[in-house]
Each structure stands twice: as structure tokens, then as C-alpha cells.
């Protein structure tokens, strides 16, 4: 039995493939297939790769890109697709456990299909160490998979670290009191090489645009550390950061729930504790 | 909270909004009719109390709905995309095409990723996703998708589905009388069967806690040596 894998080099993929094995003997599709990324190609040869080997089911990592793939792969075959999975045991049907709400409710369902499409929700399975699988081989496709395709790119204008992929990201809520306020975090960020982030409430205030946003309709990051200041922790914003290795809470509520949440916490006023901890660092320099 | 039988949330004391990627949609087709005039719908599938969101929508300048109608059971991504099918082919039979249709992204609560996507290809019109910037140019549309380092960006003819993000724009907020305005504004209404779904949810439930414990490094500014230290000791200083 053949399962295939759309693949890229992060740990997602390979997450999705330790998921994907339950199914057979895994066969991958690289994201990179197609350049430049073009998502109907890359369904139409996850769909002729799928049919030639009468794979068992289609497997890609739940990031934008994995789900957005899946998704035209899920149209053009006229078959359901689960996304965002934690787990799956195949059977007739197959079972899936999935994430809903961003994380903040889990789905059992059943996934009655002959050929299961799924992805893998990010930094819920643990990463597959075997050897990569072999590489489907990769047909030409037809000129109308090609019309969505990327024709361009362009730079953040900020030219500073990207939310998600900072090793550090020091983010403020509603406890920060305005956009000055910010002054303080930044200081922080740029000690710590580190980006800004910041919550949904602070966005909607207009403090911080949003692309500083962390949370659901936000970015999802996955820092070494992430340092929260003044944000309670909505479920909204708490699924943002499940790929956090250790979160940080400065508030002055200790029973918010980011502070119940949190690795480490710091009790107090952010606007003498933020400053306290640069100063901090300047004197070990 | 969850209901007895754990197949959906007890919603009897909560309010209910429209989604923030589908208020950006909503926003994004208000702009561009104001500035290129037409006609805008809005559509959705949903319970009887839907009908305040689609309100909502119109009080922001949405010219008319259309109402499917469930019996609040719930609906799985591919049976929504085939009744919002058959809907937006009915609705361009008598009313003529749509230039554009947008959808959110993915959905607050099921975030299927997929609904857009699916009535795109029924419609055999290109879809492009996942979008933080919409531009018209003449016949074809200019779209801005946020990805790691950048956006990357898409050109594709018009008609065209688009699945837009929060960020796409800030919606307004509506006024005293665009809110009068929206209680003439025509709904439609229809009641779709519900398929069987192929993706059947059995249960909910919530996840065990992630295991973090707080550990405490202080209170006040005092707190800033330890918070160094641990700093360090995570390899980021």
C-alpha cells in the first residue's frame, strides 16, 4: 500500500508524514514541484500520482500551503478532506481526530472515503526520523493548472525579523495602553534580535498593524521564546502560539489565562518590568 | 462549554458575529463596488439566526442576501460548497454573473480550509487564496498572499474566486443608517437538504491542557535577573 506525501523541508512535513505512515509505505510530492508554486498543479499531479499508484490516502502538513493544495486536491477529486488532523487510524472509515476552533476543540469524526485526504495540523505529531521517502516522478501539466500561479514577490517593508520565523518575539495586549506604549517592547525586541508581535485587541485599536498580529486570523509563530506582556490570552490568541518551546507572561493579573498557560510568569506593572529586563541585559553586555 | 450529546458548542448564552476573514470579505466587496459601482450579495448557509450577520452585512452596504436556511445541524465543508453551488448558479441564471466571489479563508470553528476552493472548481473559475491585498485591474484581478518572508502575488482573469484573511482591510463599522437601510434590503431565503456527510462528526471535546506549568520568576521589576537567566539558559541570549 502507497500513501502519498506532500512534502517541504519543515517539520510540518515530517510530522505529516510520521502520520502519513499509518497508511503504507509513504511516496512524496515535493512542494517545490512546481516552480514557481502554482497550487492547481500540484493538486493535478498529487491526483495522476494518487491514481497511478492506487494510493491509500494523500497526506501533506496543515500549514497554509499544505491545506490550500489539499483543498484543490480534495475539488478535483470530488472527495472530503479533513484538515488540520492530530491523529488518524485507517479502517472503513477511516477515524480522524481534528483540530477546530484553532486548536481549542478537538473533533473525533468519520471519514468515509476510498481514498482519505488529510493534513496534519503543525506541532501536534511528533516528527517522523526515519529516511525521506522516495520522490514520486513528476508529469507535465496542463497550461489551465498553470493560470494561478505566483508571477511575483514582494519584501516586508518593515525589514525587520519575520513573526514567523523569530527565534524570539516579544508581544504586547491591551495592558500596553497605546501605540507609544509600544517603545518599550520594541526596546526589548531589539536587545533580544527579536520581532515585535501583538494581539488581536491591539490591532483592532489600531496600535500595531496587522502583520504583528499572533493568534487564529493572525500569524501562528514558533519561537524559542515568546514574551507576552499585558495580553490576557484569548483561546484566539493561546492558538497562535502552540508552537511556542517556552512562553513568558508579564501581567499584572496573574489568574489571566496566558499566565496559566505560560512556562515562566512575572507578576506586576509590564511599564516597569519591561524596562527593568533591558537594563538588565545591557549590564551583562 | 458543549452541549449534552458533545457534538457542538452550547451556544444559548452567546452572541454571534460574522468571522473576522469573511467581515474583511464583506468589506472588500463594499469598496469595490463604491468604487466601480455594480451590485453586491451576500450569501450564507446557516441557522435561522443567520439572518443578523447577513443584516450586519447589509447595514455595511451589501445591496441584497440570499438565506440558506439550516435546521442549525451542522454541515460539513463539502456539502456547504454544494449548496452555495447550486445557489450562486441559480443567482447568476437570473441575475447574471458575478465578477468576483469572495469567501474567508477558512472558517473561525471548523476551518475546513476548503469551501472557496471547492465552489471554485465546480465553477471552473480560477481561485486564489489565502489573501491579505485584492487590486482590480480591468479585466483581471492583482492578489497579495501573505507567506513566510513576504507576498507572494497572483494575477488571474476575472470571474475569479478569492479567499481573503484578516488584515485584507479594516472593516468599518456600520452606521445609524446604513443599519435603517439594511432592514428593506431584499433577502432571499431557501431551506437546502442536507446531505449525508462524508466527514461526520461524531464527538467533540477539549484538549487535555498543553502541560505548561507556570513557574514563577517574581514580581516586579525585581523579577528581571531571573528573567535573564532563563533567557540564557534557552539559548536566545
Redesign the interface.
Known amino acids: 500500500m502507497t500513501v502519498i506525501v506532500l512534502m517541504d523541508s519543515s517539520d510540518a512535513s515530517k510530522q505529516a508524514l510520521a502520520l502519513a505512515r499509518k497508511f503504507g509505505e509513504p511516496q512524496s510530492v515535493s512542494m517545490d514541484a512546481v516552480q514557481?508554486?502554482a497550487?492547481d498543479a500540484l493538486a493535478a499531479i498529487l491526483a495522476r500520482a494518487a491514481d497511478d499508484m492506487n494510493a491509500s490516502a494523500v497526506v501533506a502538513a496543515g500549514t497554509?500551503?499544505g491545506?490550500?493544495v489539499?483543498?484543490?486536491l480534495?475539488?478535483?477529486m470530488g472527495?472530503?478532506?479533513?484538515?488540520?488532523c492530530i491523529d488518524a487510524e485507517p479502517g472503513d472509515?477511516t477515524?480522524v481526530m481534528r483540530?477546530?476552533?484553532?486548536?481549542?476543540?478537538?473533533?473525533?469524526?468519520?471519514?468515509?472515503?476510498p481514498r482519505p485526504l488529510m493534513?496534519v495540523a503543525p506541532h501536534t505529531v511528533a516528527a517522523d526520523s526515519g529516511p525521506p521517502p522516495a520522490e514520486v516522478e513528476v508529469k507535465p501539466v496542463a497550461e489551465t493548472d498553470l493560470?494561478?500561479?505566483?508571477?511575483?514577490?514582494?519584501?516586508?517593508s518593515n525589514g525587520g525579523v519575520?513573526l514567523?520565523?523569530a527565534?524570539?518575539i516579544v508581544s504586547g495586549g491591551r495592558g500596553v495602553g497605546s501605540k507609544e506604549g509600544f517603545t518599550i517592547i520594541e526596546e526589548l525586541a531589539g536587545l533580544?534580535g527579536a520581532a515585535v508581535g501583538c494581539s488581536?485587541a491591539v490591532?483592532s485599536a489600531?496600535w500595531r498593524p496587522?502583520?504583528d498580529?499572533v493568534g487564529?486570523?493572525?500569524t501562528k509563530v514558533a519561537p524559542?521564546?515568546y514574551i507576552a506582556c499585558g495580553i490576557s490570552g484569548a483561546t484566539q490568541h493561546m492558538a497562535g502560539l502552540?508552537g511556542a518551546?517556552?512562553?513568558?507572561?508579564i501581567n499584572s493579573d496573574p489568574q489571566a489565562p496566558l499566565?496559566?498557560?505560560?512556562?515562566?510568569?512575572?507578576?506586576?506593572?509590564l511599564k516597569?518590568?519591561v524596562?527593568?529586563?533591558s537594563?538588565?541585559?545591557r549590564k551583562?553586555r | 462549554m458543549l452541549t449534552d450529546d458533545a457534538r457542538a458548542?452550547n451556544t444559548q448564552h452567546l452572541g454571534f458575529t460574522i468571522s473576522?476573514?469573511e467581515e474583511c470579505g464583506v468589506e472588500e466587496a463594499v469598496r469595490l463596488i463604491e468604487a466601480n459601482k455594480g451590485e453586491s450579495v451576500v450569501l450564507t448557509l446557516g441557522p435561522p439566526e443567520a439572518v443578523e450577520q447577513l443584516r450586519d452585512a447589509m447595514a455595511l452596504g451589501i445591496d441584497r442576501a440570499i438565506h440558506l436556511k439550516t435546521d442549525r445541524q451542522e454541515w460539513?465543508?463539502?456539502s456547504t460548497?454544494a449548496a452555495l453551488i447550486e445557489a450562486i448558479r441559480a443567482d447568476e441564471t437570473s441575475s447574471g454573473p458575478f465578477d468576483l466571489i469572495f469567501f474567508g479563508n477558512?472558517s473561525?470553528?471548523?476551518?475546513?480550509?476548503?469551501v472557496g476552493?471547492?465552489v471554485?472548481?465546480?465553477l471552473a473559475r480560477?481561485?486564489?487564496?489565502?489573501l491579505?491585498k485584492v487590486t482590480l485591474q480591468g479585466s483581471s484581478v492583482r492578489c497579495?498572499q501573505?507567506?513566510?518572508?513576504?507576498?507572494?502575488?497572483?494575477?488571474?482573469?476575472l470571474p475569479a474566486v478569492l479567499t481573503v484573511?484578516?488584515?485584507l482591510n479594516?472593516p468599518r463599522y456600520p452606521s445609524v443608517p446604513g443599519k435603517m437601510r439594511a432592514r428593506s434590503k431584499p433577502m432571499a431565503e431557501s431551506m437546502p437538504t442536507r446531505p449525508v456527510?462524508?466527514?461526520?462528526?461524531?464527538?467533540?471535546?477539549?484538549?487535555a491542557?498543553?502541560g505548561?506549568?507556570?513557574?514563577?520568576?517574581?514580581?516586579?521589576?525585581?523579577?528581571?535577573?531571573a528573567?535573564?537567566e532563563?533567557?540564557q539558559k534557552?539559548?536566545?541570549?
Open positions: 514557481p508554486f497550487p497554509e500551503r491545506n490550500e489539499m483543498a484543490r480534495a475539488a478535483r472527495l472530503p478532506l479533513a484538515a488540520n472509515p477515524t483540530q477546530r476552533w484553532g486548536g481549542s476543540l478537538l473533533e473525533e469524526a468519520r471519514l468515509h472515503s493534513t493560470v494561478v500561479r505566483v508571477v511575483d514577490h514582494v519584501s516586508p519575520s514567523a520565523e527565534k524570539v533580544l488581536r490591532t489600531g496587522h502583520t498580529q487564529q486570523t493572525g524559542e521564546v502552540k518551546k517556552r512562553i513568558l507572561a499566565m496559566l498557560n505560560a512556562d515562566y510568569t512575572v507578576t506586576g506593572d516597569e518590568i524596562p527593568a529586563i537594563a538588565e541585559i551583562r | 458548542i473576522p476573514h460539513d465543508a463539502e460548497a477558512e473561525a470553528d471548523s476551518a475546513g480550509f476548503q476552493i471547492r471554485a472548481y465546480a480560477p481561485c486564489v487564496a489565502g491579505k497579495e501573505e507567506v513566510d518572508g513576504g507576498r507572494d502575488v497572483y494575477v488571474v482573469p484573511k484578516e488584515g479594516l456527510p462524508r466527514l461526520e462528526l461524531v464527538k467533540l471535546a477539549v484538549p491542557g498543553q505548561r506549568r507556570a513557574e514563577s520568576l517574581g514580581a516586579g521589576s525585581a523579577a528581571a535577573p528573567v535573564v532563563m533567557l534557552a539559548g536566545v541570549l
